[in-house]
């Protein structure tokens, strides 16, 4: 690819980094910013903020911090040259195809590879499916009813029943051992011997956000052998079962249709379902239910319909499941099934149609969980009545809406024959929850900080340079006030180098110096350094933080000018600039002058060197008043 600085500002400048952003988090707007909670840490009050108008994200919580090229490669953890051309193409915009230079090879990262070998293996599955080995396979798929075009959106395909098919495929196509490993794809035994993964099954893809395979579930053929009738990929660089939801790459634009999507225990439920024509069908992909996966799929719904088997462990899962969904903000439907059935079986045995009755019939949580106390018999003993009362409290809290609390403590009153004392002990207990829960979200952030290997963990705040806030701890008023100007206006890199000269010898501290010398060198080629300075390996990831820190809080340089968080005119500029050269200016005579002081304290006797030390001192305070006339007219 032909990755040029312009094709990189043309991206910057055609996409808005919140409308990325939004994809994954709900934003709110608050001031000129939007404020989320961060999708890189965990946290109950929201700490990460967004720059529509600056192209660039911070979160106060956990320190990350960037542009929207580096959400995309953090975020999604892609390298540098696949983030833009993952961009580029939703901005329209063209790049040349050719082969990767040395240096961009270099930024393939093991992601890459992970990616394109996992490509290959299921391009390999897909081919055996159809082979004579895969004749066991594709009858079982066919007799599950699944259609050749189903087959095909959704990939499936077989493992053939040997140790090595895949490995010796995989090599063929000059895939090294390493890369086939960190893929998930083998086994490495304690002899450094590696063995295929998945062998004698049929395997569902599953598929990231942009429709990429990221790992495989694998059913098993053979029912009576002795192993688990499905296994997954394990956790790797591209592979995070908590945070991928199955069907939701092909189903998405469904459920964004329909407003709501179906959510289901299993790849076949998925299938089965997408088959009748339920197209906004997915599950999680071999996990229980996860707020990460909510998440991803919040962006696309409000709502969803919990149809999990009606056993034992589907009616945990489904309780766990709408705990999680409650808290996220999702308006819950719970499809009862009967017992010993799934989507599956009710689909293949009843047909697709009969199937809506279910999804008709579905009902809100409470009805759920009070019917099932009702089966179990539970509230007519006082002490389970009660525990059932402090948990379904408990979930009406969670709901973020806190206007559908009081309309459901009211169903609940109907529902499990509340008195009036109940009720108002209801409401106590309501209190006391959330004044817990407000005491949890008024507790300072835990710090994380990234290791070398880039995964997050905790650090201590006082041990974490990388978070200190304080950049005037680093930099100087009038630095901090230069260099924000030199990164958000436009004009001010002319002002301060055609009219002031400013170099980095006028600046005091070493790190301003630093700063102030990559944003000159930046600006030569830019007109917007704050949406590109983050690309910039020169400069330091300590750096970037404090670049950043200066424009989220947008320093002041006094209270009769505009903050600068609006447009300022070119003469206000100028102004702040001069003013701000001129106080440094002030603290280098300030400097000289104690300097001077030192020097003829340590002189015994009067000398020509003294004289020359007090007109330097003379000389001085005279620059200093008409500095200080010019700063205060």
Known sequence: MNITNEIRDRILGSLDIVDIISEIVELHRKGANYWALCPFHSEKTPSFSVSSSKGIYKCFGCGVSGNLITFQMEYYKMSYPEAIKELAKRANIYIEDRPFTPAEKEKQTKRDLSLGALKAASDYYRKMLRA???????????????????????????????????????????????????????????????????????????????????????????????????????????????????????????????????????????????????KNAISSSGTSLTKEQLASLFRYCKKIYLVFDADDAGVKATERGLELALEHGFDVMISELPKGEDPDSIIRNLGGKNFQVYLDDAVHFLEFLVRKYNRNKLLANPTEKARALRYLIDLICRIPDRLQHDEYIKQMALKMNLTDRQIEQLYKEKAKIEK???????????????????????????????????FRDEILPEEAILLQLMLVEKDSFKIM???????????????????????????????????????????????????????????????????????????????????????????TIKNMQEDIKKKIKGKEGFNDMSIQLLKQQKELTEKEKKLEQLLFR
């Open 436 to 470: 817990d829960k407000s005491i949890q979200r008024n507790t300072p952030p835990s710090r994380i900080n990234k290791d070398e290997s880039g995964n997050i963990e905790i650090d201590k705040p006082e041990n974490n340079r990388m978070l200190n806030e304080n």
């Open 497 to 587: 180098t055609n009219i002031y000269n400013l170099t980095q010898d006028k600046f005091h501290s070493d790190t301003g110096k630093s700063l102030l010398g990559h944003l000159l060198r930046i600006r030569m080629q830019t007109d917007d350094a704050s949406k590109v300075f983050f690309d910039d390996e020169e400069i330091s990831d300590y750096e970037k933080n404090i670049l950043t820190d200066l424009i989220f809080n947008e320093a002041k340089h006094s209270e009769k000018w505009k903050e600068f968080s609006n447009r300022i005119s070119e003469k206000d500029i100028k102004r702040i600039i001069q003013d701000s050269i001129i106080k440094l200016e002030l603290r």
């Open 132 to 278: 004579a080995s895969g004749k066991s396979a594709l009858g079982y798929l066919r007799k599950r009813e699944f259609s050749d075009e189903l087959i095909d959106k959704f990939e499936l395909g077989y493992s053939p029943d040997t140790w090595d098919a895949l490995i010796l495929e995989l090599r063929k196509q000059n895939f090294g051992d390493l890369t086939i490993i960190e893929a998930g794809l083998v086994i490495e035994r304690d002899d450094g011997d590696i063995y295929d993964r998945f062998r004698n099954r049929v395997m569902f893809p599953i598929h990231d956000h942009l429709g990429k395979i990221a790992g495989f579930g694998a059913r098993l053929l053979d029912d009576e052998i002795k192993q688990a009738k499905y296994i997954n990929s394990p956790q790797t660089e591209v592979y995070d079962k908590s945070k991928i939801l199955y069907g939701l790459f092909h189903s998405k634009d469904e459920i964004r249709k329909s407003g709501f999507a179906i959510l289901t225990e299993g790849y076949a439920d998925v299938l089965t379902l997408q088959q009748a024509g339920y």
